[in-house]
């Protein structure tokens, strides 16, 4: 019986933190499966644009910028009709946008907390309630992306690890709750990218020794199972897959 293949050329995908890092790599992994692409961002402007610039340079008018910020809840419904008044709908929704740094005991801040769970459980929340219509009217797709601490602690990482807890469950309860029409799935990173500010190259060491894999990934990694999900995928919905060199197994 032959199938025909998948595809996601022309389909609108919003990616919420997608200036940088593995946010604009899943932007151009999905622009170079056919997507016109939404890039988020809230601080990171000048390379929000610089991204746009080159996917528009590949293909003319298939990409966009659009400045939020994502904690600022009552705003997010006049964001998506904003981003619709623009591209005409949506078709994937790809909850990225994160804050990480660690939040040892006995010195967590309220700051801290509303930072930590409004950017990684807050934000996709009331973002995928405010697309849900326009996701619903094209069957789309929703994306998390969660973490493999949403199942192992990381060490003086409390808050980090319990919104990406959070997020891990609102994946399968979104979809339930949103399924047949709209799927909605996870992809947990393991060690990809290290922090802006870096590490000690010890703790990276003890990282890697943690993986069967004895290696770092690559943000094209954790693209390419995105890419799967949104395209590959139409009879799988409210899984969380780990792509992290099988850490999670076995450490």
């Known amino acids: 019986m032959h199938t025909e293949q998948p595809s996601i050329e022309g389909k609108w995908a919003l990616i919420t933190g997608a200036g940088k890092r593995i946010g604009a790599c899943i932007a151009s992994r999905l622009h170079d499966a056919g997507a016109r692409i939404v890039i988020h961002y809230r601080a990171s402007e000048g390379p929000a644009e610089e991204l746009a ?4 340079a590949i293909r003319a008018d298939s990409a966009v910028t659009v400045k939020a910020d994502l904690c600022d809840t009552t705003s997010l419904a006049a964001v998506l009709s904003g981003i619709v008044e623009r591209t005409g709908g949506l078709d994937i929704l790809i909850n990225n946008a994160s804050s990480f740094y660690p939040t040892p005991l006995g010195s967590i801040t309220e700051q801290q907390w509303d930072d930590l769970i409004g950017t990684n459980l807050k934000a996709p929340l ?16 929703i994306i998390n992306i969660v973490d493999i601490h949403a199942l192992r602690p990381l060490r ?3 808050v980090y690890g319990l919104a990406k807890a959070g997020l891990a ?7 339930r709750d949103l399924a047949p029409v709209i799927r909605v799935n996870g992809v947990s990173p393991g060690a990809i990218l ?30 390419d199972c995105v890419l799967y999900l949104v395209r590959d995928a139409g009879y799988i919905t409210g899984q969380v897959i780990a792509v992290d060199g099988g850490r999670s197994i076995g450490w």
């Open 194 to 223: 290290w922090p802006d500010d870096d590490m000690p190259d010890s703790v990276k060491d003890n990282i890697i020794g943690q993986v069967p894999m004895k290696r770092a990934g690559e943000p094209g990694d954790i693209a």
């Open 156 to 158: 003086q990482h409390a």
């Open 126 to 141: 009331f973002l995928s309630q405010a697309a849900e219509p326009y996701l619903r009217d094209s069957a789309g797709v």
């Open 53 to 56: 610039s080159q996917l528009n």
């Open 169 to 175: 469950m609102l994946t399968r309860t979104l979809a």
